[in-house]
């Protein structure tokens, strides 16, 4: 039995010790008001989200995966129509077009940051297209550039799928400010993470915004609590959730950068037999994950090592979704990059307070099948 302490693959209780203070004033807070649902906490948050995600509009919803249909459900997406996603993200992604009737045309990814390109998408658009579903992975942005002037010059709506990706950015422009909108998941796993579930649509097109914060409220008009304009749902963002997202975007991008840290001191020890994902010139990603691939060793194995170390790992994503049983029709298609780096892909630890102690761990146990890293390369 391994008796050393262990080397979390997340640790969100040290990244609330830091806001402990702050988080038990709002819940007390809150505690006393009532102020359960909107309030004066989610007002600020909405336009501090906004401000920070270089957007204009922020409507707060119950989590990422409603954010995405939202957005769909906002630009009048419907059966018939298209939506390209990349095949390597978690589900959500594709069920969000699917739960609006509409059908995900699944395409490959970049082998180097296993990311949507132009490419990918100028290659998938036909007469049915009506958007693409950008998702910025693993905490790094797509190239917005190129991938932008494919779908301005197709005529369709580029929407970002945000959830990994609180405070990157494209040449200088923040994840959330490039599409018709974007949605952020605030899953207490991610780099901005609330209590519990809750999500985000970001946008600066005022009207989808009016739209979208509609139907995410029943439906009702904006001018009266008593009228609805159509038939929405009921996604919202608790008060409470708000509240303490306040408190942790104060924090995150301190919070990003210890991961940035982490990240390059991975890089600077790694074996070199487990190769991670690089950062595009003009990305600067928030590490939401850091993944490596397994060249010569299964990738189980692997894992084991770690486990017998007491150091936690994971896998996002091991199934594409082109293989997801809910998407497999008639003939699979091939996809040459996601297949290839399916079984291969593994998520090390990272977290803001994760050390370099830990990390020269996490590498140590990866060598010891005993082909070094070589100082200097």
């Known amino acids: 039995m391994n008796t050393q302490e262990p080397v979390r693959f997340l640790d ?14 709002i819940w007390e807070e809150t505690m006393n008001s009532s102020g359960f649902i909107g309030g004066n906490h989610l007002e600020a948050f909405e336009s501090e989200f906004a401000d920070y995600c270089q957007s204009t509009h922020c409507i707060g919803v119950a989590n990422g995966t409603d954010a995405l249909e939202l957005i769909l459900r906002g630009l009048s997406i ?8 990349p095949t390597n993200t978690f589900i959500a992604t594709a069920e ?3 739960n609006l009737g509409a059908t995900p045309i699944f395409v490959d990814v970049d082998p180097l940051t296993a990311l949507i390109t132009a490419e990918h998408v100028s290659a998938a658009i036909t007469p049915r297209t009506a958007a693409v579903m950008v998702v910025h992975l693993y905490g790094q942005m797509a190239n917005m550039d190129e991938i932008l002037a494919v779908t301005n010059a197709a005529g369709i709506a580029l929407i970002e799928d945000s959830a990994q990706a609180h405070g990157a950015t494209w ?8 599409g018709v909108a974007a949605g952020f998941s605030f899953y207490p796993g991610k780099n901005l993470g609330a209590l519990g579930d809750g999500g985000a649509v970001t946008t600066s097109d005022a009207d989808l915004a009016e739209r979208i914060r509609s139907i995410a409220n029943h439906g009702r008009s904006l001018e009266s609590r008593y009228h609805h304009d159509l038939v929405g749902r009921n996604s919202r963002l608790d008060g409470l959730q708000a509240a303490a997202l306040r408190i942790k975007l104060a924090e995150l991008d301190r919070w990003n950068q210890q991961r940035r840290s982490v990240a390059k001191y991975y890089n600077a020890k790694l074996p070199e037999r487990f190769v991670p994902y690089i950062e595009a010139p003009l990305a600067e990603s928030v590490y939401h994950l850091f993944v490596v691939q397994t060249i010569d060793e299964a990738r189980d194995d692997v894992g084991a090592r770690l486990g017998d170390a007491n150091i936690g790992w994971g896998i996002h994503y091991p199934v594409p979704c ?3 049983k809910p998407f497999v029709t008639g003939t699979t298609p091939d996809f040459e990059v996601a297949d290839t780096q399916a079984p291969l892909i593994l998520s090390l630890p990272m977290h803001p ?12 146990a990866l060598d010891s099948k005993g082909l070094g890293h070589q100082e200097g390369e």
Not at 12 to 17: E, F, I
Not at 78 to 85: A, K, L, W
Not at 353 to 364: D, F, L, P, S, W
Request: charged share 25%; with cysteine.
């Open 322 to 324: 082109h293989r997801q």
């Open 96 to 98: 969000a077009v699917v």
């Open 353 to 364: 307070h994760i050390t370099e102690q830990e990390v020269e761990r996490v590498c140590a």
């Open 171 to 178: 040449n200088g422009k923040r994840a959330g400010s490039f």
């Open 78 to 85: 419907q059966p018939g129509d298209e939506v390209i996603v």
């Open 12 to 25: 969100l209780a040290a990244t609330h010790a830091e806001v402990r203070p702050a988080l038990e004033e």
